[in-house]
């Protein structure tokens, strides 16, 4: 249980970096100074600075305040933060601003998923998928919400549906092996070690993590 628990939380890390990844590129109705207050953000929030990330995008909101990426942005640090209720109210405000902006949603559904509000996030990530049915880390959303529920079949069909997206997402392979991990027929064993040597494929020092978590 505390493997499945840390895993979840690794794979909530990682949709807020890649969330704030792909909104960078999304930057167009910016002027250059915005946009690169944005691409600034995204970045130092991947990287796990929240706090300059967060001035990062305040400034780009004094430049424009009908910027919905900015607004995005906010909303993923104060997911960072775990400050829920100012997440929402920056993920909304750019729902506000930009009804069809597909990542405000998937914010949603993180937040509300951290919440333990799982119908609530499965609609929010179900949405941001009928705005952009690539969406990647929508499909993780549900996977990680499906497989915190039991529901191993649909988690890893979601899973799968990511990877099909971006065959490099690596914590959707997280995600797949969080499901297997605990399932001992021949054949989940057999996936779960396959799964593994993809994800150590694309990301080692994250795959040495998993195994460590598996040790403990």
Known sequence: MKLRILLSALISMFIFSNVAICASNDT???TDTTSDLLNSGYK???ENNPETALKDFNKAISI???NAQAYVGLGNVYSRKDNAETAIENFNKAISIDPNNAQAYVGLGNVYARKGNAETALENF???ISIN???AQAYIGLGNVYAQKGNAETAIENFNKAI???PNNAYAYVGLYNVYFPLNDADSMSKKEEVLKKLE???KALADKI???QVK
């Open 28 to 30: 167009t109705d910016t």
């Open 201 to 203: 494929k694309l990301d």
């Open 164 to 166: 099909s997206i971006n």
């Open 64 to 66: 424009d305040p009908n």
């Open 133 to 135: 049915p690539n969406t």
């Open 211 to 213: 195994c460590g978590l």
């Open 126 to 128: 179900n949405k941001a």
């Open 44 to 46: 130092k929030l991947a």
